[in-house]
């Protein structure tokens, strides 16, 4: 058996890991530290949770279907064969750790170093020459039933999980783990992006076809498709959904327009090509009637707005989306955005909202325009989100985290969340509570906030745990 490394040394991640001053780092250790996981922004999938799953190894736990790590092993002149491609397990794990010391800088590397030493107290350096003890230091453990799913969310004090799910899947998996008292609630989202794809005729009338076979409709009407699409909202609610949300370029903030819709709906459904306009109203009307849903079972609506996706079309149609070919886009946000959460607003159906940008160019624009639809019913009715794919990392989560206190309140702030399809990615809570413990223990050391550690410590508790808990509503189930 290979051993790992086990010298009197100061591991890299050591215990005050990105807390510069004393009082960051009271404020993680004393108030951070123990809290449980929210993660109500996820993409793991829902079977696996189910099931228990057993990971057969580390790579199948650490680097499968992990697009943000084939990204930067393409960057290092790694072969698709280890990245998505045909290669042993264990070769590809060799070469993301051969990979490792070229990271430096990159958020992989303090990711990476966090995962093995939260779930498994390795401490080395990950490199070639560590890879073959990690590996069988990880399997080892793994082979226990502690490292099973489930195992390893209660180890990381996961009290609540929310996929993403399309209308059309199926909630079993939900109902089931909800109802089996493992101590963990799983919870759906409703996404609907693609009950808006009208400009794919072929995709749009088989995803038809599906949500009519799964609400037991025949689809050959407007007001048959909003009726099943209503009704997989109430099944969701009924499975103790409270989020919906849309990964769009941009909002459509068009005026609601029912006969035009229904006539796109009609010409798309008949096998024909809706125009650009026509395209945009659709997509108006039915995300006000998204939005009418959401406030009427007072959900929470999430918007991830700016991705520009499948930049390189050879590999996506080798490959796939969410295989790491996206890129920060530039759309115009503020003016379609607003004037969508506008039109929910004159309907009275404005509903929590919580707004990611991908542009970091787009910081100040999301922190205003939520300012624009708080309306005192709730302590930060319209959240502007946490750091957002690229920007989930050390200075994107500092940029969002100040301008959001420049414009708004950091103390409504429901923080940090995963969006990620892997069960070892819930150590980015911590790392985002280490960064929020050393801004704010800078500001008191610097005078800019009381030196009043009460006063600091209500603040990074309510946003690293007690906002989520008391704004979403998954605890009234």
Known sequence: ??????????????????????????????????????????????????????????????????????????????????????????????????????????????????????????TELINETSAPRIWEAANEKLAGDDFRARGIMKHFKVEVACTTDDPVDSLEHHLEVNNSGSGIKMLPTFRPDKALAVENTEAFYEWTTKLGQVTGKNISSFSEFLSALDQRHDEFHQAGCRLSDHGLEHAYGGAPDPVRAEQVFNTVLSGNSPTAEDAYLFKSFLMVHFGKLDAAKEWTKQMHLGAYRNVNS?????????????????????????????????????PKAVIYNHNPTDNYLFATLAGNFQDGSIPGKVQFG???????????????????????????????????????????????????????????????????????????????????HNFFGFYEN
Request: net charge negative.
């Open 1 to 122: 058996m290979a051993h790992l490394n086990t010298q009197a040394v100061q591991p890299f991640i050591g215990s005050d890991f990105l807390l510069v001053g004393e009082h960051a780092r009271k404020l993680f250790h004393e108030v951070a530290k123990e809290l449980p996981i929210i993660d109500y922004h996820s993409h793991l999938p829902p079977v696996d949770i189910r099931e228990n799953r057993k990971f057969s190894n580390l790579y199948e736990l650490w680097l499968e279907g992990d697009h943000y790590k084939w990204r930067a092993m393409r960057a290092n002149g790694v072969g698709e064969k280890f990245c998505t491609g045909d290669a042993d397990p264990y070769d590809k794990f060799l070469a993301y750790c051969r990979s490792m010391p070229k990271f430096l800088r990159n958020p992989l590397y303090h990711w990476s170093h966090l995962e093995m030493q939260r779930l498994f107290g390795i």
């Open 314 to 350: 050879r590999k996506f149609q080798e490959l796939g989306p969410d295989t790491g070919f996206d890129s920060i886009g530039d759309f115009p946000q503020v003016r379609e955005l607003g004037s969508y959460f506008d039109q929910l607003e004159k309907l009275g159906a404005m």
């Open 386 to 468: 946490s750091g957002w794919w690229f920007l989930d990392q050390k200075e994107g989560m500092e940029a969002q985290i100040n301008a959001l206190s420049s414009l708004g309140l950091l103390s409504r702030f429901v923080g940090m969340l995963t969006d990620s399809r892997s069960f070892l990615s819930f150590p980015r809570h911590e790392y985002f509570r280490r960064i929020l413990c050393n801004l704010i223990g800078e500001d008191m050391e610097k005078g800019l906030i009381p030196n009043d550690f009460s006063l600091a410590a209500d603040l990074v508790g309510d946003v690293c745990y007690h906002n989520a």
